[in-house]
């Protein structure tokens, strides 16, 4: 079955401090990972995808197939990060569907 | 800049009467996308379109819930009749196609059964 886990609800940090918010995938082919944030009132938009290798905001994210991961990272965090992201897998040849996990809140304190 | 849009914005009905939900996507925009979202959960693909026809419905609710897309355009979701458990947010998102593009989500409609 094809599944995307966060293990974290919550993930509470200080301002400066870094950032890994943790995403686990199940699928036995080769996926296409993205991380998608919502900042308050605001709509769910996509923060970076695996094949693009690049860093957004900061945010740096990298493919582990050995672990099944593809943890979200940050070196140092900025209370403008607080905001829900969720980790999203799209099968291959899966028209592009989106399979999210169940989201990890990022609570960034000055 | 071009966003998805939706309608309305928060809907409260009671159980076993029937919504709908409306959304347009950005122009030029092939592919339509509805999920849905409960509480604590990530959103989950209900229907998906490529032009006018469904390519996915396979979470779809078949007994209560349809979409169509008739034009190729814009799109309504029903839900006839709504039970308690169908309160969730919808979301509509759009891409420019079916493989490899991004999606753009709408702002949702919040339903409430009661």
């Known amino acids: 079955a094809q599944r995307v886990t966060q293990p974290e609800k919550l993930l509470s940090v200080f301002k400066g401090a870094p950032v890994e918010l943790k995403c686990n995938y199940s699928y036995s082919g080769s996926p296409e990972l993205f991380w998608y944030v919502q900042y308050s009132r605001q709509r769910l938009q996509l923060l970076l995808r695996h094949i693009s290798r690049e860093s957004i905001k900061g945010f740096t994210a990298d493919l582990n197939k050995g672990e099944t991961s593809f943890h979200l990272k940050k070196p140092f965090a900025q209370e403008e990060d607080s905001a829900m992201y969720y980790c999203?897998?799209?099968?291959?040849?899966?028209?592009?569907?989106?399979?999210f996990g169940a989201g990890t809140r990022l609570a960034v304190h000055p | 800049e071009a966003e998805v849009a939706q309608s309305p914005r928060y809907k409260i009905t009671e159980k076993s009467q029937a919504v709908a939900f409306w959304c347009d996507p950005i122009s030029g925009h092939a592919t339509l996308y509805w999920y849905r979202q409960i509480l604590g959960q990530g959103p989950e693909l209900l229907v998906q379109?490529?032009?006018?026809?469904?390519?996915?419905d396979s979470q779809l609710p078949k007994d209560r819930f349809s979409a169509e897309r008739l034009k190729g355009v814009d799109s309504t979701l029903k839900i006839q009749p709504a039970e308690l458990g169908d309160s969730a947010m919808y979301l509509c998102?759009?891409?420019?196609?079916?493989?490899?593009?991004?999606?753009?989500f709408g702002q949702g409609t919040r339903l409430t059964v009661v």
């Open positions: 999203a897998l799209t099968p291959y040849g899966g028209y592009n569907k989106l399979i």
């Open positions: 998102a759009s891409s420019l196609g079916s493989l490899n593009t991004e999606a753009f």
């Open positions: 379109f490529q032009d006018e026809s469904v390519v996915d």
